[in-house]
Structure formats: structure tokens, C-alpha cells
């Protein structure tokens, strides 16, 4: 059952806090999921629908795609497990990897990247002898995805060997890969600003990235031009790709960024949560709150046993915190 919530006069009642401090917070608590063992921990391969399957516990969650033509990877997960996905790639089918999508710009989804794609050979082939050919297989990514992680310098830069090399600037690329059609939807200011989506329409399924999370608040990076109003529109957008079979059991599959598989269902209470959240914060912010004032509110109680955290990388404290700063922006323009 949905869940529907109003802003109720305890929501509203806090004490004198701080106010904004500056933006150099706001790097400091980037997302970040904490690393698995890679020595130790082992994979999980899920079948989802169709020619679609899910290989988890490498980081982010690495959709497969495997046919005729080959394997099309979602994501690549942490470059220590490279090795522990391909084993669980060729179970899935012997044939050479052709094209890997990065949907977002954190390490936990193309650490693997270089690694896995050598193991490859590019979707497309360049049909005459002049034309410069990339080993391995093709790695897909929107650009500002691309330019993003030209600009990060010092440690916490990738290497650019992980980067995303064939890349798109518009709304929409489409592909055709064994023997389905193949979407990749951009996701504007949404986890970061270089998010994507991608959509196997045979199989029906979408794999969403860090724009829907089974395990959490939504994670918001508004250093890399992320807000959580771009991810409700995100959420919006793979609410309307999707279509539910007889009640709501069935249908199209999403597969989160992290967590368990889902339904269109599952999407829409997590967007409401999302939406009521925010628009709880956006009422105290024009009443002149401060952030420990919201922070004393109680604005994610009733979700705080699915999706709270009060340790971690990344917990409730920060989440509000983060839509706090965004609303406050807003209400200044």
C-alpha cells in the first residue's frame, strides 16, 4: 500500500540550530558504499527476465545481457572483482563481451571496467581499414558522465582507462544487441548529472543505476550535479518505461543500482517516499527553519526502519541534510 503522509504540527516543532555551513561539506560526505572483500566475498547471478541477468556482490549491482551477438554489461562493479565477474560472465554464456554501459561516474560501478572490457571485443566494427579501433569492448557512457571525471585531480581521481570512451550528449542512445532493442536513457541531475539508465526493451527490463537504491535514502552527490529532485524525476521517468502485469505482480523488472530486483510497484513507493520527504523539507525551509530544526522534526521517521542509517557512509543526517541545502538553494533563486 502507498504510503501518504502531511506535514503535521510535531513536524514542525524544533529547536534553535545551525545554519548552512559551506560547500566543502558537501564533498567531504560524497556517497560512497562501503568496498566488499574482494578475497573472500563471493557472487551472486540472478536470473531477471529474458536474455537479463544480475550479477551481484561486486560493488554495484552488473546487469548481463547475453545472446547471439555476445554479452552487453550494465556496469562493471569494483576492479578487484573483475576476475570473480568474468567467471560469472562466461556461466552465462562463452561468448566475448561487446559493450559495457557505466550508468554513473563512482568507482563501485566501472572500477572494473578496464579490466573486464579487455576480456572483450567492440559491439561494431569499423568497416574500413583507416579507421582507429579500441580493443576490447565497447565502454558506453553519456558525456557529461565523461567530463566529470576529467575534471576530479589528486587521489580521488580514475584512472582514464575506466572512463567511458564512446559516448552521447543527447537524451537517448539506442543500440540493437542480440536480437533486442537497447536504450540508454540520460538521467540529468539525478545521483550525479551523468547518470543513465538502460532499457532491454525485449527482455523488459531496466537497469536503473544509483537513481533507484533498495538499501537506502537516495544518494544525492551535488558536487557532481546530483539533487534529489532530478532523482524523482528519474524515478518518474522508469515509472513510466515500466509496465505492471496483473496486479503489479509481474510486468517489467528493475534492477537498482543496489539492492533486490523490482517492480514498477516497488518504484513508485520509493518515489513517493522520495517526494514526501522533500516536500516536508521544502514546507520548513520556507517557514525560515534551520537544518538541526528539520534535522529535530522527525521528516523521515515513518520511513527511517526501511531506509534510515545512523552509521556509515551515508546516513540519515546526511540525506536530509543534503535536500535541506538543495531546497535552501531554491528558495534563494
Known amino acids: 500500500m502507498r504510503r501518504r503522509a502531511s506535514v503535521s504540527l510535531a513536524l514542525l516543532a524544533a529547536t534553535v540550530g545551525t545554519v548552512l555551513t559551506g560547500t566543502a561539506t558537501l564533498r567531504a560526505q560524497r556517497p560512497a558504499y562501503p568496498a566488499p572483500n574482494a578475497a573472500t566475498d563471493t557472487l551472486e547471478t540472478l536470473p531477471v527476465q529474458g536474455r537479463v541477468s544480475m550479477i551481484g556482490g561486486a560493488g554495484g549491482n552488473i546487469v548481463v545481457q547475453v545472446g547471439d551477438d ?29 559493450m559495457i554501459v557505466s550508468t554513473t561516474t563512482d568507482g ?21 581499414s583507416g579507421a582507429v579501433t579500441i580493443p576490447g569492448a565497447m565502454l558506453v557512457g553519456h558525456e557529461r558522465a565523461a567530463l566529470a571525471l576529467s575534471r576530479v585531480e589528486g587521489p580521488a581521481a580514475l584512472p582514464q582507462k575506466l572512463w567511458p570512451f564512446d559516448t552521447f550528449f ?40 544509483d537513481a533507484y537504491d533498495t538499501t537506502g535514502y537516495p544518494r544525492v552527490d551535488p558536487a557532481a550535479g546530483g539533487s534529489l529532485s532530478g532523482i524523482i524525476d528519474a524515478l518518474n521517468r522508469i515509472i513510466t518505461i515500466a509496465v505492471p502485469s496483473f496486479n503489479q505482480i509481474g510486468g517489467t523488472r528493475i534492477v ?9 510497484s516497488d518504484v513508485v513507493e520509493y518515489r513517493d517516499m522520495a517526494t514526501i520527504v522533500r516536500d516536508r523539507i521544502r514546507l520548513l525551509v520556507k517557514q525560515g527553519r534551520s537544518l538541526e530544526q528539520v534535522r529535530a522534526a522527525g521528516v523521515t521517521k515513518d520511513y527511517d526502519g526501511i531506509y534510515g542509517a545512523s552509521a556509515g557512509p551515508w546516513t540519515t543526517a546526511q540525506f536530509i541534510e543534503a535536500i535541506y541545502r538543495e531546497e535552501t538553494r531554491a528558495a534563494r533563486r
Open 70 to 98: 555476445g554479452v552487453v554489461l550494465v556496469d562493471a562493479g569494483l576492479e578487484p572483482f573483475a576476475g570473480k565477474v568474468l567467471a560469472e560472465v562466461r556461466r552465462l554464456s562463452p561468448k566475448p563481451i561487446r
Open 108 to 128: 563501485d560501478h566501472l572500477g572494473g571496467n578496464d579490466a573486464v572490457s579487455k576480456a572483450g571485443e567492440p559491439l561494431y566494427r569499423a568497416q574500413n
Open 170 to 209: 543527447g537524451p537517448l542512445k539506442k543500440v540493437f544487441a542480440n536480437g533486442e532493442p537497447v536504450e540508454i536513457h540520460h538521467l540529468p541531475a539525478s545521483h550525479t548529472d551523468g547518470d543513465v539508465l538502460v532499457f532491454f526493451r525485449g527482455s523488459d527490463v531496466i537497469a536503473a543505476g
Open 256 to 264: 537498482p543500482g543496489h539492492g533486490r530486483i523490482s517492480n514498477q
